[in-house]
């Protein structure tokens, strides 16, 4: 991986559901993860993304903003329970990771990473909050950064 972006893309076997890719920067002075994703996003990106983002090591507590304003979704409240499987697994081996903002403009999509987050909180996963507005999603990451390294 590196440094500057990873190109992270899923096929998928007819053109109505074209590959999504998801662009991720990295951010050297905040040590931020910027991510933004383009078109409709499908489970295998969701999850594929979350395996595999933030599983190196050096990465893991490099807050994390996935923007994904202009973006849409068929994904289903199953597929939110497939997101959180994964989530579950790497809280359940102890992998700490640092806050993750999601930004989404699309109603839909927003509503299924607003689920996304309540199910996550529910088995005790609580960094991760929705936003409608990029500089909101901003403006929080800043401050629980800020606050987790003051203690």
Request: hydrophobic letters at 45%; one cysteine or more; a neutral charge.
């Amino acid at each position: 991986m590196t440094p500057a972006a990873v190109q992270l893309a899923r096929g998928r076997r007819s053109r109505e559901h074209a590959r999504v890719p998801i662009t991720v920067t990295h951010d050297l002075p905040r040590r931020w993860l910027l991510a933004r994703a383009a078109g409709s996003l499908s489970i295998d990106d969701v999850t594929e993304f979350i395996r595999t983002q933030r599983a190196p090591l050096e990465l893991r507590m490099w807050p994390l903003i996935f923007d994904a304003r202009s973006c849409t979704t068929t994904m289903t409240a199953a597929d939110v329970d497939q997101a959180v499987e994964v989530v579950r697994r790497v809280s359940e081996q102890r992998q700490q990771r640092a806050h993750v903002a999601l930004v989404a403009d699309d109603d839909r999509l927003y509503g299924w990473f607003l689920d996304y987050e309540t199910r996550c909180a529910a088995i005790g996963v609580r960094i991760i909050r929705v936003f409608w507005q990029y500089e909101d999603a901003e403006r929080w990451l800043e401050i629980v950064s800020a606050a987790r390294d003051l203690g």
